[in-house]
């Protein structure tokens, strides 16, 4: 999650031993040049143009990967040799299929006359994935009054490139591939260095009337208004076979697709059951009806099974795949919405605690992953990601989760069962976490071949102090520490539930301890805020940064110091009327184009959000969940991307966007609901069996909603929530089953 430096602020300030770390996103090719559209379906995804096709333009992001692995590299639609013509694409609401309408273009004789006009022959791809494999369903319709024979005819190539190597790695070797064609059906296979053999089987129907390298063509006759479609199927695979070269593996028996039909209604039956059973936010402003549908549309896109139930990926193309902080803070942010989410992560990472240390793999007894992948380059150790722990802020955020999890659903069972993991966590937080004693946690990778920078800023430059200088390790994050502030409070907690009161009274002092010494050592008066860090000298990093805002989430703030914090994050420096930039203008490091160092991130908006509410400042809360709003009127499809360039709003213009980010990216895609929930001050404590509204408050843009189907324990709620200028109502719509849990609207003010 990395990018070059883009430009310096001063000139001579990058130090020669400055560098973009080890596996940088290249920002060529940018993600944002044209129209791309993403499918997902478990460990497979696909990124496609807006024709459906993949690989016209070369040296992108667009394939069908499975795995880790680019398992399609292309494949491309002809008319008659020519590209037809485009007339709308749109990933369906729901996002399970892509719907591409397309046209024949003109086609000529020999003697030079029309022999097919133009936008005689209607084509309509239809795309989906489904249980790794590529299905696509191209229909064809003749308008014309005349009969038309004509040739369709599709190029495709499978390059196996690792998910790195597509983002830019270079490799030195690679591992052989093999091709065989046969009726109906290309077999690609690829034996890596890791001898683990992926393989891609693209199949036709009906069979191409010829069928060679890379290409295959089919040949059409259509009557006036008649219909016709060409089926074609991409299955990816992996297998450990059996040493030998690849053409033995080819002749082994795939999965075989399903009928289309079939696995359409399967893939739309199995979405329907994964939300069948969360709340729904619906409203008459039809353009916020619209964000959180196609959010929770891409949340459960994102949403893969795993052996202890859900657990988010966190966005395509680059990082669709299990990441231990994003899939926390995604599941914190949909808790009042869909617990189970939270209980899968929280299993999950648990089964992927790291047990022993690994240098390697910035592995310690107790910590939680960072990053899952199963590529052959992951295999091979050339990238350090398959099982990796170089992430400071994971382990103390896992802790957090389970407190919250156990509040919302009071799932005290699922506590017990992680308790050691939880124990364990902590332990890492006090030992490895903190290997100098001085009661701070602090991140210093084992390995150049790891993220030298490992919280959730983890490009290069992220960490500097006031004068552009980059911070030297061990590095103590403001957000860590707030993030084990609240860590312990939460354990103390969920360990007075299980009767061990000696060990909550502890930790509530651990917790009031780390408190006062964090406002000592990190408050900075004359910036108003919290310092970004501590650096390997305990020297404070004096810069005004969004990460400040994360002591308001995580509760360690003193209100006091909460106040001014206010005041400088929503302040013109840090808020550029989009949202909150990473760093304020007014900083040596400040770049709007940068990833970390003045852009702006949703969920990074969406936790200071939170703390905004937890402090009470209602109105600076929906103050950013307008601004975000706002930012997804702008969006292709409403969809909030992973961040999006810090330049200060102007009047007639949108947000600019950030070349490589990720979209969909789960965190972002959940932002608006933790915005929501922080407006409305929404609490749902299960011990209390009552939904808590807490100083309620709407953004200007939203007069009213209805939350429907918001459980809390057996019961289950319809809530009407209503803006009266500056005042709100609460109208219980609907109540079933226990009848004894309330709905109550608190004022303190």
């Known amino acids: 999650m990395q990018e070059q430096m883009i430009a310096q602020r001063q000139a001579g300030l990058a130090e020669p031993h400055e560098r973009p770390a080890d596996h940088a996103l290249d920002a060529h090719p940018s993600l944002v040049e044209r129209?791309?559209?993403?499918?997902?379906?478990?460990d497979a995804f696909a990124v496609l143009d807006s024709y459906?096709?993949?690989?016209?333009?070369?040296?992108?992001?667009?394939?069908?990967?499975?795995?880790?692995?680019?398992?399609?590299?292309?494949?491309?639609?002809?008319?008659?040799?020519?590209?037809?013509?485009?007339?709308?694409?749109?990933?369906?609401?729901?996002n399970i299929a892509l719907t591409v309408d397309l046209a024949?273009?003109?086609?000529?004789?020999?003697?030079?006359?029309?022999?097919?006009?133009?936008?005689?022959?209607?084509i309509e791809r239809t795309k989906f994935l489904w249980k790794s494999v590529c299905y696509e369903r191209i229909g064809l319709r003749n308008f014309d009054r005349i009969s038309h024979e004509f040739t369709l005819s599709l190029s495709f190539a499978a390059d196996f490139r690792d998910l790195f190597e597509v983002r830019g790695m270079k490799r030195v070797r690679r591992g052989e591939t093999e091709t065989q064609f046969s009726s109906g059906a290309a077999r690609f296979a690829y034996r890596g260095l890791d001898d683990r053999v992926r393989r891609t089987i693209l199949r036709f129907k009906p069979e191409p009337c010829q069928l060679r390298s890379g290409f295959a063509s089919f040949r059409f006759h259509l009557k006036p208004g008649e219909r016709t479609s060409l089926l074609v199927t991409v299955a990816c695979d992996l297998t450990d076979a059996p040493a030998g070269d690849v053409a033995s593996v080819m002749s082994m028996p795939g999965v075989p697709p399903r009928d289309f039909s079939r696995a359409y209604q399967d893939a739309r039956r199995d979405l329907r059951a994964l939300t069948a059973n969360t709340a729904k936010v619906t409203s008459p402003n039809a353009l916020f009806a619209d964000l959180m549908s196609r959010s929770t549309a891409d949340l459960y896109t994102l949403m893969t099974r795993g052996p202890d139930g859900l657990y988010p990926y966190a966005g395509i193309p680059w990082f669709s795949t299990m990441f231990g902080r994003d899939g926390i803070i995604t599941a914190m942010m949909l808790l009042w919405v869909d617990p189970t989410v939270a209980r899968g992560v929280l299993l999950q990472l648990a089964r992927a605690q790291a047990a022993i240390s690994d240098p390697a793999a910035d592995a310690q007894p107790g910590k939680i992953l960072h990053e899952r992948r199963s590529g052959e380059m992951a295999n091979l150790g050339e990238v350090p990601f398959g099982f990796y722990y170089g992430s400071v802020d994971a382990t103390p955020l896992f802790v957090m989760l389970a407190g919250q999890y156990l509040d919302r659903t009071g799932d005290l069972a699922t506590i017990k069962g992680i308790w050691e993991n939880i124990e364990a966590a902590l332990l890492w937080c006090d030992t490895f976490g903190d290997r100098d004693g001085d009661g701070f946690v602090e991140y210093f990778r084992e390995t150049d071949s790891g993220l030298a920078n490992q919280g959730w800023k983890d490009s290069h430059d992220s960490i500097s102090h006031a004068d552009g200088s980059l911070a030297h390790g061990p590095i103590a994050l403001v957000e860590v520490q707030a993030y084990v502030y609240a860590a312990k409070r939460a354990c103390a907690v969920m360990a007075r539930a299980l009767g061990l009161d000696l060990r909550a009274d502890e930790l509530t002092r651990q917790a009031c301890a780390l408190q006062e010494r964090f406002d000592q050592a990190f408050w900075c008066e004359e910036i108003a805020s919290y310092a970004l860090a501590l650096d390997g000298e305990k020297r404070p990093c004096r810069v005004r940064s969004s990460n400040a805002g994360h002591a308001l989430f995580a509760g360690i703030a003193l209100p006091e110091r909460a106040a001014q914090l206010k005041q400088t994050l929503m302040s013109e420096g840090s808020f550029s009327g989009w949202g909150i930039r990473t760093l304020n203008t007014a900083e040596t490091r400040y770049n709007p184009m940068s990833y970390h160092n003045g852009s702006v991130w949703p969920h990074d908006n969406a936790l200071i959000a939170l703390g905004f509410g937890n402090y009470g400042f209602k109105s600076e809360a929906a103050r950013l969940f307008e601004a975000i709003f706002n930012v997804a009127t702008h969006q292709d499809q409403q969809r909030l991307p992973e961040l999006f360039?810090?330049?200060?709003?102007?009047?007639?213009?949108?947000?600019?966007?950030?070349?490589?980010?990720?979209?969909?990216?789960?965190?972002?895609?959940?932002?608006?609901?933790?915005?929501?929930?922080?407006?409305?001050?929404?609490?749902?404590?299960?011990?209390?069996?009552?939904?808590?509204?807490?100083d309620p408050v709407l953004p200007p843009f939203l007069d009213d909603l209805v939350l429907r189907g918001l459980t809390l324990g057996t019961s289950q709620f319809d809530l009407r929530v209503h803006r009266h200028e500056s005042d709100v109502t609460i109208n219980v719509l609907k109540r079933w089953h226990d009848s004894n849990a309330q709905v109550t609207m608190i004022k303190t003010k």
């Open 35 to 42: 129209p791309l559209r993403s499918l997902k379906s478990g």
């Open 52 to 94: 459906g096709d993949i690989g016209i333009t070369p040296d992108t992001s667009e394939g069908v990967f499975c795995n880790d692995t680019r398992h399609l590299s292309r494949l491309q639609l002809f008319f008659e040799g020519k590209r037809p013509l485009i007339l709308g694409s749109v990933i369906q609401d729901d």
């Open 104 to 122: 024949n273009p003109e086609i000529t004789g020999r003697d030079g006359a029309a022999a097919i006009p133009r936008d005689a022959i209607a």
């Open 645 to 694: 360039c810090g330049f200060l709003r102007k009047a007639r213009r949108g947000p600019t966007a950030y070349p490589v980010a990720c979209s969909p990216q789960a965190w972002a895609a959940a932002a608006p609901f933790a915005m929501l929930a922080a407006c409305l001050g929404l609490q749902l404590p299960a011990q209390a069996n009552e939904i808590k509204l807490v």
